[in-house]
């Protein structure tokens, strides 16, 4: 599995595409995305088990170092960290981007 994460309208998608040759219908079939906004209320493990069988899985960083005030708004950046910490565990290449320049954390591209 690839797992790219970055800052939101960072490129994640358009990188990933262009640097494994998908088109949009190839992308939709072998890819999931956003997948920080399943974190709350699931049980990671589960989760992060079941997102691994995607070839592609694109997670959003949320938060920025940023503590929100709000209780709930804190809860849903936890869940979102963790998922991403289980899913880095589980891929085969991680890949952080931001301002549409990757950066491999973990393996590399096929």
Do not use: H, N, W
Not at 74 to 95: N, S, W
Not at 98 to 108: A, M, S
């Amino acid at each position: 599995m690839i797992f790219v994460t970055g800052p939101l309208y960072a490129g994640k998608q358009t990188y990933i595409q262009t640097a494994l040759g998908l088109s949009d219908g190839e992308f939709a079939r072998r890819a999931v995305r956003d997948v920080q906004e399943l974190a709350v209320g699931s049980d990671p493990e589960a989760l992060a088990d079941e997102l691994a069988g995607y070839e592609i899985v694109i997670a959003t960083e949320l938060g920025g170092g940023l503590i929100p005030i709000d209780r709930a708004e804190r809860e849903k950046r936890e869940a979102a960290g963790r998922l991403a910490c289980l899913l880095a565990k589980r891929a085969d290449t991680v890949i952080r981007v931001c301002c549409g320049l990757p950066q491999v954390l973990k393996g590399r591209l096929p």
